[in-house]
């Protein structure tokens, strides 16, 4: 008796085209956010938006960053991309102090240590970077 393996090779076919396919979709570029061109458009946006619903206009009174553990958490990154990561964590425990509505956070380094230590000045409204330094 012949086999007819017709069904079998389109099944199997329909099977690695349909793997292909949704390997594809999970793993183009766009998934991981949205296009440059659309980012740059709704940069601009927001930019120009001048009216009562403009982010700006709700949260200008507002404070981003509340906690001195959420300034620790957004300084932290900036510092670890700046100066490194290790020499920042050495310098753990972090001075934080919330001055009108900035947040000025600093390294502690040992009395008689040669170097000096980091200082990062955030705005609490926004998390604006206002000064980064790290003293020799």
């Known amino acids: 008796m012949k086999v007819n393996y017709t069904p079998y090779i389109f099944g199997l076919l329909f ?9 594809y979709y999970y793993k183009t ?26 982010w700006a206009k709700v949260y200008h009174n507002s404070t981003l960053i509340a906690t001195a553990e959420t300034a620790v958490k957004i300084a932290e990154p900036i510092l670890f991309e700046v100066y490194g990561k290790e020499r920042i964590l050495s310098e753990r425990p972090y001075g934080v102090h919330k001055i009108g509505g900035y947040w000025f956070i600093s390294g502690s380094v040992p009395r008689l240590s040669d170097g000096g230590g980091f200082e990062i000045i955030l705005d609490a409204r926004d998390a604006k970077v206002m000064s980064i330094v790290h003293y020799r």
């Open 15 to 23: 099977v690695i085209g349909l793997t292909a396919m949704v390997n």
């Open 29 to 54: 570029p766009w998934e991981a956010g949205l296009p440059s061109e659309f980012a740059e458009k709704r940069v601009r946006e927001v930019l120009m938006d001048t009216s009562e619903r403009s």
